[in-house]
């Protein structure tokens, strides 16, 4: 199965500030099938991003989604007090999916 | 408003079985490819099982074939999850969740609405 290795672990950031988010793969990831999820304490996530670069019905384009093979990015570019939480990216090239261990976005 | 409510949670020893149960509302079910995915508690997301819209394909992690089993009933608007021989491992929300439709396959799929999650604990 591929292993999806986020980083970093922790952000610390500023609102107002851009937020660079990686996740890399140990094999390259079929068609760009990549997502990137948003959690926040105690709900479900919430989709971001698919396909690597395209934004799901209703997120800010502030979020954007980049890279291709083992190597992807999610890049917010002015950071929302409502965006502080953990994001998550997800490879669907091959079965079974997988999940990267997260990022925390903390205010700093 | 598209709706996805989990049930059937709880306390069960090791080894002893659960049933979940998933209810949508507000889309056409028996169109839509479905999941569990998990989450052990201060940990990340590992899916867990997967279902054609139709019910007549299954899929599963290495970590829960043969002990759980996945289901649905299209004409109840409702998804399972019948977990037996559960170990301590396995505690953990147990989310649903929906196959984003034309993304990826019915076994590999990403997914576009999540419910708010069923806590399964097991432990003597």
């Known amino acids: 199965e591929i292993v999806l290795t986020q980083s970093p672990g922790t952000l610390s950031s500023s609102p107002g500030e851009r937020a660079t988010l990686s996740c890399g793969a140990s094999q390259s990831v079929s068609s760009s099938y990549l997502a990137w999820f948003q959690q926040k304490v105690g709900q479900a996530p919430r989709l971001l991003i698919y396909?690597?670069?395209s934004r799901a019905t209703g997120i800010p384009d502030r979020f954007s989604g980049s890279g291709s093979g083992t190597d992807f990015t999610l890049t917010i570019s002015r950071l929302e007090p409502e965006d502080f939480a953990v994001y998550y990216c997800?490879?669907?090239?091959?079965?079974?999916?997988?999940f990267g261990q997260g990022t925390k976005v903390e205010i700093k | 408003e598209v709706q996805l409510l989990e049930s059937g949670g709880g306390l069960v020893q090791p080894g002893g079985s659960l049933r979940l149960s998933c209810a949508a509302s507000a889309f056409t079910f028996s169109n839509y490819a479905l999941s569990w995915v998990r989450q052990a508690p201060g940990k990340g997301l590992e899916w867990v099982s997967a279902?054609?819209?139709?019910?007549?394909?299954?899929y599963y992690a290495d970590s829960v074939k043969g002990r759980f089993t996945i289901s649905r009933d299209n004409s109840k608007n409702t998804l399972y999850l019948q977990m037996n021989s559960l170990r301590a491992e396995d505690t953990a929300i147990y989310y649903c969740?929906?196959?984003?439709?034309?993304?990826?396959?019915?076994?590999?799929?990403?997914?576009?609405?999540w419910g708010q999650g069923a806590l399964v604990t097991v432990s003597s």
């Open positions: 969740a929906r196959k984003l439709l034309g993304v990826g396959t019915d076994a590999a799929p990403v997914f576009d609405y």
């Open positions: 396909g690597a670069s």
């Open positions: 997800q490879q669907y090239g091959s079965s079974p999916v997988t």
């Open positions: 279902i054609s819209s139709s019910g007549n394909r299954a």
